[in-house]
């Protein structure tokens, strides 16, 4: 695991680096933040306890924001200069200097 200069890592945020996490420099990460660079198997047959792990790197670039409870998994990537809202659940890739936010669609229903 490599953390740059200058970065800060919230409180109760969990990073876990089976193989490789990399978070650049001057980066700030929020609040209850998760990283893992690791998922756990799911194969039928093979009991629960006994499945192999899949990992893939992550990497967080240099003057990023994670927002507060952001969730990486195996295999993210978040570019230079990138912004991820809160809450936002990310395995793919956050292309440098973009905001990147996961929608949350609130449906109401009138009582009967």
Not at 30 to 46: E, F, P, V
Request: include cysteine; aromatic fraction near 2%.
């Amino acid at each position: 695991m490599e953390i740059g200069d200058r970065t800060i890592i919230g409180d109760c945020s969990v990073i876990c680096a089976a193989e490789n996490v990399s978070i650049g420099k001057e980066t700030m990460i929020a609040a209850h933040c998760k990283i893992y660079d690791s998922n756990h198997g799911m194969h039928l047959g093979t009991p629960m306890r006994q499945q192999t792990l899949s990992i893939r790197p992550v990497a967080v670039g240099s003057d990023c924001w994670l927002g507060a409870g952001v969730t990486l998994l195996a295999g993210a990537a978040v570019q230079d200069g990138s912004v991820v809202g809160a809450g936002t659940v990310l395995e793919g890739i956050a292309r440098e200097n973009m905001i990147v936010f996961q929608q949350r669609v609130i449906d109401t229903v009138a009582r009967r």
